[in-house]
């Protein structure tokens, strides 16, 4: 914090335009901060709307459908334990998405290790796609809520580790965008 002094106070240069100028230059922007106050609270009308149904629909009120076990509609996946003395920083290798990745809703780009990969190496089953769901398992639930991500292309090519589950929904029964809401809303 700095201090000002009166000395420096009374210093300080401020433009002054014609009494009509200054009068137009408040008006406009007391009408922009009272346009701004009502659009704030439309979209905070929405955004409560939009939550109360969203909330209702993936509790499945009011639609047909029924209550299943995540492994009857997607593929479950856990991540493979890397040895983390073979863990790189080389932005070219294959991020390695791992708990400290996720954040509520996204991934934590810049602070993924990078791991070196062979075509033999035996990894395949542990390849995200983009539109995949992650959750951390170590301490899933932070104060903000569920650590969960969608898998975005610009994360690829990414490794699943240990401690951490992919959900791939199954295309004949579930769209991969609706299970990333419902794991969302939880």
Known sequence: ?????????????IPVPPLEVQREIVRILDQFTQLEAELEAELEAR????AYYRD??????????????????????????????????????????RGDNIAQGFLKLREFKRWKRSDADGLSDYELQAG????????????AGLKWAAVSKDVLPALLVQRVARLRARPDILDQQYLGLVISSA
Request: proline content about 4%.
């Open 47 to 50: 955004r409560r709307q939009n």
């Open 1 to 13: 914090v700095i201090d000002v002094s009166a000395k420096q106070l009374i210093k300080v240069r």
């Open 56 to 97: 209702g629909i993936l509790r499945g009120e009011g639609i047909a459908g029924q209550l299943v076990r995540v492994d009857q509609v997607a593929n479950v996946r856990v991540g493979f334990p890397f040895k983390s003395s073979q863990f790189s920083d080389d932005y070219a290798e294959a991020a390695l998405v």
């Open 132 to 143: 995949d769901v992650v959750l951390a398992m170590d301490r899933p639930w932070i104060p």
